[in-house]
């Protein structure tokens, strides 16, 4: 059974930085090398909002909001996203998630990015 875990938010002072990671458990190289994958935050009391997305020929794609300030890499070996994430500000505050874009599976807990000085 596939499950996404994520990891690595926390609190953080404005301009800080953090790396989130994300790991499709319960899959297997061969699979997950082929999925196109992507972060989402979800803002208290809004939708869900994609931020980042990778292809699996690594082509990336960002939203307005985070381009030239977050990164998004894959590692297929260890079956992981991540979301580097640079001169955060306070407006970054969300609860963190990732997931598979042609065939997305059941959300994971996401992770917490706090922003505050």
């Known amino acids: 059974q596939k499950r996404l875990v994520e990891s690595g938010g926390g609190l953080v002072q404005p301009g800080g930085s953090l790396r989130l990671s994300c790991l499709v458990s319960?899959?297997?190289?061969?699979?997950?090398?082929?999925?196109?994958m992507a972060w989402y935050r979800q803002h208290p009391g809004n939708e869900r909002e994609m931020v980042a997305q990778?292809?699996?020929?690594?082509?990336?794609t960002y939203a307005d909001s985070v381009k030239g300030r977050f990164t998004i890499s894959r590692d297929n070996s260890k079956k992981k996203i991540f979301l580097q994430m640079n001169d955060l500000k306070p407006e970054d505050t969300a609860i963190y998630y990732c997931?598979?874009?042609?065939?997305?599976?059941?959300w994971g807990q996401g992770t917490q990015v706090t922003v505050s000085s």
């Open positions: 997931n598979n874009l042609q065939d997305p599976l059941p």
């Open positions: 319960g899959s297997i190289f061969s699979v997950f090398s082929g999925y196109n």
């Open positions: 990778i292809t699996t020929g690594r082509t990336t």
